[in-house]
């Protein structure tokens, strides 16, 4: 990939981040990119290694997979929200607990034997036996919910602003607040999570695009561009809501799983390279 059709790969994907994102974004030639303050990012693609049925009648928020391979999800919309067990061959529905009509459940993280589930704008985050599914307690906690991810130390948290969210694992207690940003950047509408090899994966809601971010400085150091896992002419059925969400990573194959609201596939992807990425 030549360094011109980085920059332009770097630029068209800054234009379909937030306006906000984009009005900041500094102006940078080619030229000029290897005396600039930013490196070099990888630009990565998904590689489809496997397919498996998910209902598409599932508005998904968040997905987990515990370490015996067990699949978690959240579903989201007030009056549909639940808790899931699925069987990731058939698609099967092994297990739920639906919540509450006055939630709307977000982003799911399993810490230990508890699985923690956070809801948009009700400020509760529910705590269940991962066995059971017997509510355990609840947390209460300030601004919207979207997503959640738990790094064996600290969960990580976003509410579609630009900022990740480190909050205490026992008690939910909110701990940093980390600005992310792009090439100097923010990167807003940041939305379901999965921690990974040092990393905080996070789908930017809308959009096909997954960012890697190193959670302590909130630097994005790599993108994906799942664009391909869903062709256009199959996505005008799914409609408007089915976007991109849902990111579980299996370290036994070092691969991922990827899946959206509503969408009928859950696809077991490899990372490819393609390039990198410069500022423009």
Not at 96 to 101: G, H, I, K, P, W
Not at 258 to 280: D, H, S
Request: glycine share 8%; aromatic share 10%.
């Amino acid at each position: 990939m030549s360094r011109i059709r980085r920059a332009l790969l770097a630029a068209a994907l800054l234009s379909a981040l937030p306006a906000a994102a984009q009005d900041a974004t500094p102006e940078v030639t080619p030229e000029v990119t290897e005396q600039a303050a930013f490196a070099p990012i990888p630009f990565l693609t998904p590689s489809v290694l496997a397919e498996y049925p998910h209902n598409t009648q599932d508005f998904t928020q968040g997905l987990v997979m515990d370490a015996d391979g067990r699949l978690f999800q959240s579903t989201g919309l007030y009056g549909s929200s639940e808790l899931q067990e699925l069987d990731l061959e058939t698609g099967e529905e092994l297990r739920s607990v639906a919540l509450d009509e006055a939630y709307f459940a977000e982003g799911l993280a399993l810490v230990d034997d508890r699985l923690i589930q956070i809801t948009w704008q009700e400020n509760t985050a529910f705590v269940y036996d991962v066995e059971t599914f017997e509510l355990l307690e609840t947390f209460e906690y300030e601004g919207q919910g979207w997503g959640l991810c738990y790094d064996g130390a600290s969960l990580w948290m976003t509410d579609g602003s630009a900022n990740l969210f480190r909050r205490d694992p026992d008690t939910f207690e909110l701990l940093d607040t980390i600005p992310v940003d792009l090439f100097g950047s923010p990167v807003t509408n940041l939305n379901e999570l999965e921690c990974a090899n040092g990393v905080v994966l996070a789908n930017v809601w809308q959009t096909d695009y997954i960012m890697l971010i190193q959670p302590e400085s909130g630097d994005v150091v790599g993108v994906i561009d799942a664009s391909s896992l869903i062709p256009p002419e199959e996505r005008i059925g799914l409609g408007s809501g089915a976007v991109l969400n849902g990111i579980v990573y299996l370290p036994e194959t070092e691969t991922y799983l990827v899946t959206g609201k509503l969408w009928p596939t859950i696809f077991e992807v490899a990372l490819v390279v393609e390039g990198n990425l410069v500022p423009r």
